[in-house]
């Protein structure tokens, strides 16, 4: 329950502190004297857009601030303020407030941690429903309707059930998600890696294998040059009188006969002997490298192609072949991933075929007891609305709901509340069409439909603060004892805010505040002041017509 409202610089408020009690609670005034500022506080504060307009002139600021006793809320407060970073509630107390200056700067708060409007919006929706000729009204909203409708069939738990199976599908359908974007393009990945790795396993491809091929293929691509060169090298070497060898040979006699003089010499002559072994060895080696030396045009062929196959892999998928190799591990091992995509993503639409089917049996057996609880609500609406005024009203509600072989809906997102369009529809008059509730243009009209509404719902409805403006428009006599009743009978399980111009409307009210203007300072200004039992009958007295015996006889009825 809204336990304390306090206004600084809003309009004709100065400094306001409102402390509110449970049950009904009516607000009377003079027309003008600044009941509708609650309304706009209480607005501001629960997120609606400010009006600069609104700070009281001379001032720079303006600030609402309220605070509520949420021991009884039945909603996940406690998660909602840790998942938006902002304080716990301490003692049970929710307290909010809400800043805007002249200058267009907009400050709002929970528990005193700044929080964002948006927030503080959603957390509204749960504490606060004014109904009037404003915008804050769920009722007029189709999900809120629907709501109120399994609320009053006590259909959550089936509902439940069906947004779990919708929670499940986006799950699955996020997961799909990150598996694959793009069906084209996901078989054109496929495609493109199966058809890179089996280019590079054909090519059989051996590490360091570019650099010997190209060697073989230099030597191959040369043989003619390259034998007749080792030829040379050979006939230089032994196979001319004025070959190496040959001349090492008289160069051994001339340094043996060095040594038969001078002993001294013979380290010479093992040098000597060390260099013709080399030369020997040579030798052997260059004959052996000649008759390596193969002119083959058929294999000279085959290296060039080899050759041409390493370059074209290589610049394709690495500068080297082990850089091609280690190209080869990587698209295989995304293609095992893929390929066990693939897997995955067929045991994803296998579910989810499952699982669309099971929403479509769920959604039809939740639709199919929507509409056993129909009847029922309109019954229960009209008889409420006979008591306030509207004895041939007709009120029904409407249902669209959707199947398979609606346009799109195989494909169409779920809603978790189910298949199903509600609209709430009223006809005040006979002869009238019934329109949809958002379509009624009358604010009398609209607020007592509303309270017709919070009466069938006032066991089941979890917001727990209510306001009424305008619910007395164009009616008088039984049909306002009639609203004042309902009031009093929704505070047994809400807290009521009724701001009221009819006598018998407040009468019901367990505690009665009254709104007057007065001028101090040269300013007007607007107070309310919670009256007691003599004020009170003075205020209906005044509601009634004047300060005469027969006004006050008549107030002090009422209030019996």
């Known amino acids: 329950m809204l336990t304390t409202l306090r206004i600084k610089n809003l309009a004709l408020v100065a400094d306001l502190t409102l402390d509110l009690q449970p049950g009904y ?183 360091g294998e570019d650099a010997q091929v190209q060697q073989e293929y230099q030597r191959s691509s040369n043989a003619a040059k390259l034998l007749e060169l080792s030829q040379t090298a050979l006939t230089l070497l032994s196979e001319e009188e004025t070959a190496l060898l040959t001349q090492a040979g008289l160069l051994g006699r001339t340094l043996q006969e060095l040594q038969r003089i001078d002993p001294g010499a013979e380290g010479l002559v093992a040098q000597h002997e060390l260099a013709v ?13 000649a008759d390596k030396v193969d002119i083959d045009p058929a294999r000279l062929q085959e290296l060039e192609e080899r050759l041409n196959l390493i370059h074209s892999l290589k610049r394709k998928y690495g500068a080297t072949v082990e850089e091609v190799i280690g190209f080869w591990e990587n698209a295989r091992q995304k293609l095992e991933q893929l390929e066990q995509r693939d897997e995955e993503l ?57 199947t398979k072989d609606s346009p799109g809906a195989p494909a169409q997102p779920f809603s978790a509340s189910g298949l199903d369009t509600i609209e709430f529809q009223f006809a005040p008059n006979v002869g009238e069409p019934a329109r949809p509730l958002r379509a009624i ?71 009665h505040y009254v709104v007057t203007k007065q001028i101090k300072e040269g300013r007007t200004i607007s107070e309310i002041t919670l009256l007691n039992k003599k004020d009170r009958v003075t205020e209906l007295a005044r509601m009634l017509g004047g300060q005469s015996d027969a006004a006050r006889k008549h107030a002090e009825e009422l209030l019996k």
């Open 277 to 289: 072994a080399n030369l020997r060895e040579l030798q052997i080696e260059l004959s052996q490298y």
């Open 346 to 402: 067929k045991r994803i639409n296998t579910e989810l075929k499952k699982l669309d089917n099971e929403l479509w049996r769920t959604g039809q057996e939740l639709s199919a007891q929507r509409r056993k609880v129909i009847p029922q609500l309109n019954k229960a609406v009209v008889k409420q609305l006979k008591d306030l005024g509207f004895a041939q009203s007709h009120f029904d509600v409407t249902m669209v709901t959707a």
């Open 25 to 207: 609670q009516a607000i009377t005034g003079e027309t003008g004297a600044g009941k509708s500022i609650i309304i706009g506080a209480l607005n501001l504060v629960l997120g609606e857009r400010a009006d600069r307009t609104l700070i009281r002139s001379g001032s720079d600021s303006c600030s609402v601030e309220a605070v509520m006793d949420v021991s009884r809320l039945r909603t996940p407060l406690k998660s909602f303020l840790e998942e938006n970073g902002l304080e716990p509630c301490e003692e049970n107390q929710l307290v909010l407030k809400r800043t805007f200056t002249s200058a267009g700067t907009n400050r709002q708060f929970i528990n005193g941690s700044p929080t964002t409007l948006g927030v503080l919006a959603n957390l509204g929706e749960w504490l606060v429903d004014i109904h009037g000729p404003h915008d804050h009204q769920s009722l007029l909203h189709a999900a809120k309707q629907l709501a109120i409708l399994d609320a009053f069939g006590n259909l959550q738990a089936r509902r439940e059930a069906f947004a779990e199976l919708v929670r499940r599908r986006g799950v699955l359908k996020a997961e799909k998600a990150v598996l694959i974007v793009d069906e084209k393009t996901y078989a054109q990945q496929l495609d493109l890696l199966r058809f890179q790795i089996n280019e590079i396993t054909t090519a059989r491809l051996q590490p």
């Open 441 to 511: 243009a009358s604010s009398g009209e609209m607020a007592r439909v509303m309270l017709a509404l919070k009466t069938v719902l006032a066991q089941v409805d979890e917001i727990p603060v209510l306001v009424f403006d305008e619910v007395d428009a164009n009616v008088g006599g039984e049909t306002a004892d009639a609203v004042g009743e309902k009031m009093e009978q929704i505070a047994r399980q809400r807290q009521v805010l009724c701001i009221t111009h009819l006598a018998p409307v407040a009468a019901h009210a367990s505690a």
